[in-house]
């Protein structure tokens, strides 16, 4: 289908990108430009659709990883329960919340890497199952109470990355020295909780959407940025 715009109508064609393995070279194409073998103007969901064809390709995934890694504020997850007074001297945080957050984002797709301040093991209610679970690498600790500034260089550093916290960063030295990241539209997404289970919003409500598709979204705002400056 390449080159050509698809003579079968855009169905029969999202079908066709399922059973599609797109050469190395073309998904690395559509990782810098957008582009969709087939469509003359992809829409989103095309994207979406030859973003999954493309997970086939070693050299797609190996480029393309950062925009599935999402890091995750442990602490911040861990103890978003109230203590009530009766139970102060138990535990403060939870291990089956991590979990739980690192599967749903499992679903959408993502690779958690868990952040962690070092008090947290002090705090959490299972603390040798959290340290063989997240505090080796790809995982992070803190020394102190750091966990912030590792998350935040972190995303600097990867540019397509996401992040799971419920923390505003309005510390002083936070909003200066990070204003960069702290700008991102589509890097920090809030955790909801209904009992155990757990959803992601963006900062305006928005559900935090699976990473092929945020990944799709990213391409096209590439590309109309591209065209806004003169570029074709």
């Known amino acids: 289908m390449a080159g050509r715009l698809c003579p079968f109508g855009r169905r029969k064609c999202l079908h066709a990108f399922a059973a599609l393995v797109p050469s190395d070279e073309e998904a690395l194409a559509f990782l810098g430009s957008g582009v969709v073998p087939g469509f003359a103007s992809p829409s989103?969901?095309?994207?979406?659709?030859?973003?999954?064809?493309?997970l086939a390709s070693?050299?797609?995934?190996?480029k393309a990883w950062p925009h599935f890694a999402c890091f995750v504020d442990a602490s911040n997850v861990a103890r978003h329960r109230p203590v009530p007074a009766a139970r102060v001297n138990e535990p403060k945080?939870?291990?089956?919340?991590?979990?739980?957050?690192?599967?749903?984002?499992?679903?959408?797709?993502?690779?958690a890497l868990v952040v962690s301040d070092k008090n947290l093991f002090q705090l959490i209610d299972e603390p040798y199952e959290y340290q063989r679970k997240y505090t080796e690498y790809p995982h992070s600790v803190a020394q102190g109470r750091q966990a912030d500034n590792i998350m935040l260089l972190?995303?600097?550093?990867?540019?397509?990355?996401?992040?799971?916290t419920n923390d505003r960063f309005s510390k002083p030295d936070e909003a200066r020295d990070f204003?960069?990241?702290?700008?991102g539209h589509d890097r920090f997404y809030r955790h909801r909780w209904e009992g155990d289970d757990v959803s992601f919003v963006a900062p305006d409500g928005a559900a935090m959407p699976g990473a092929l598709r945020r990944l799709a979204r990213r391409l096209i705002s590439k590309e109309q940025s591209s065209y806004s400056h003169g570029r074709p």
């Not at 979990?99 to 993502?110: E, S």
């Not at 600097?156 to 996401?162: D, H, I, P, Q």
């Open 179 to 183: 204003p960069d990241v702290l700008s």
């Open 93 to 111: 945080a939870r291990l089956a919340d991590i979990d739980a957050v690192v599967a749903a984002l499992k679903k959408l797709r993502y690779v």
């Open 44 to 54: 989103e969901d095309d994207r979406v659709a030859y973003a999954r064809s493309c």
């Open 58 to 62: 070693a050299a797609f995934k190996t």
């Open 154 to 164: 972190a995303l600097r550093r990867l540019s397509e990355a996401a992040c799971v």
